[in-house]
């Protein structure tokens, strides 16, 4: 099978590396890994882990099976129009708020088509990726399309009507993340910690955490109640997390993330 990525940018290229670095290039089952990207340097860094450039888009559509979208949303449409597929081919695309009938609406009414949404963890194999199966894909062409994610980290199947609304909860929520540790950090820089230290205790701080969200079997309400002493530090910090009303906050931020991927596929 023949894997083809438009688009070789930060989320594309990590991507190949971590598929032709997996088992599932070393057992063959991927044969090949084949790119185009306007920007023919990038081409040239592929090729020292084995990715084919192309001359065009439309050669890398022509010589895949599987060909994944991995250029910026807002474009999607214009290359859509300009390139030509078949309705053998398997197209996955990682290109946020994209629904399936966009792209068919802009190459063949029956293409075969994967939505896919990963985040930018994935560079460091630690991605978390939602993918759903949309008509007319099998059993065994989205069980390969989600083992090729789940060797840059994790992959989870969503259903196709939801793959605009998990953007917020794994896709965009790092930045959300970032954002509410820079707080923490700004805290520390204003009290004199020593910022590498600061960011190295904090850092670690939410990877412990999220393992406990993960492996601990406690529900979030638990885990908060474990580190909240009555009349300790922690309920003093959670009173005006509280008052500032955070939850509704972050629910406002995902309805706002979710509303900008309906409008980037015009609705469909």
Do not use: W
């Not at 840059?152 to 259903?159: L, R, S």
């Not at 204003?190 to 960011?199: F, N, Q, R, T």
């Amino acid at each position: 099978m023949k894997l083809g990525f438009l688009g070789a940018g930060n989320m594309g290229t990590a991507m190949m590396r971590g598929i032709a670095a997996s088992d599932i290039c070393k057992s063959g089952m991927i044969g090949e890994i084949l790119a185009f990207d306007t920007d023919a340097d990038k081409l040239a860094a592929l090729t020292e882990i084995g990715v084919q450039g192309c001359e065009s888009a439309q050669a890398l559509a022509d010589a895949v099976d599987f060909l994944v979208l991995a250029v910026k949303p807002q474009v999607l449409g214009g290359v859509l129009d300009a390139l030509s597929v078949r309705r053998q081919q398997v197209i996955i695309s990682i290109c946020a708020g994209i629904s399936a009938e966009f792209i068919r609406s802009h190459t063949i009414p029956d293409a075969r088509v994967i939505l896919v949404m990963p985040n930018t963890p994935l560079m460091l194999g630690l991605g978390a990726t939602a993918l759903a199966k949309c008509e007319g894909i099998t059993d065994g062409e989205f069980a390969l399309a989600k083992a090729m994610f789940a060797t840059c980290g994790i992959a989870e199947e969503v259903p196709e009507a939801q793959m605009r609304e998990v953007i917020a909860v794994n896709s965009s929520s790092p930045a959300f993340l970032y954002l509410y540790a820079k707080g923490f950090l700004d805290y520390a820089a204003s009290v004199g910690m020593d910022e590498g230290a600061a960011l190295r205790l904090f850092a670690q701080a939410m990877v412990g955490s999220a393992k406990m969200l993960t492996d601990s079997g406690k529900t979030v309400d638990e885990l908060i109640r474990m580190v909240s002493s009555p009349g300790g530090t922690t309920l003093a910090g959670l009173d005006r997390l509280y008052a500032g009303n955070l939850t509704d906050t972050v629910k406002s931020c995902c309805e706002a993330c979710t509303a900008r991927a309906y409008e980037l596929s015009g609705g469909k």
